[in-house]
């Protein structure tokens, strides 16, 4: 009989323990998976965040430029016109005065760079905002019709100029 409580309480013994083996390897194993599923979604979570952070970087170097494409282009239809001006007060003829070709190509370059730079903003009212003052721009530069065209062009393009200002600096200030 004893060999056979003994047996008994041994088998029990070696199946509790297996139990509890096999038991703590389901737990283990689950835990391990448990740990991978966390440590994989923090994974993604760090890539998404990263990936984000890059998205904000190119968005705000694409305003960065295009901010400082805007001033040179700004600044060199403003140094054309009052050249016109100038030209179409002294000799009183109104129209287009003839420019020199890389007085031409200046314009053609900073304007181009400009509107490159605005194809890539997200912002759609910027964008909206810069295309008016571009065409504002080209329309005035071909021809000054009279002087009071002339200013009214002057108005204007200070008018567009500070809407397009205004909406870059809202789009770019949570950006920095």
Known sequence: MRNMISREVIDATALATGAFTLGGAAVGVAGV???QVVHSRQERAARS???QEQRDDRRRQV???FEEALTVYVRTVWRIHYADFV?????????????????????????RRARQLSEWIVDDAL?????EL???ASAGLRRLASEAAALRFEVRMS????????RLGQVLRPLL
């Open 63 to 65: 305003l960065i430029d």
């Open 49 to 51: 965040e990263a990936r």
């Open 127 to 131: 964008r909206e905002r810069f295309g």
């Open 87 to 111: 030209a179409a007060t002294a000799s009183g003829v109104w129209g287009r005065p003839p420019r020199t070709p890389e007085v031409d190509l200046e314009l053609s370059e900073c304007s």
């Open 33 to 35: 998976t448990a740990n």
């Open 134 to 136: 571009d065409r504002n």
């Open 159 to 166: 008018t567009l100029f500070r809407a397009t200002d205004d």
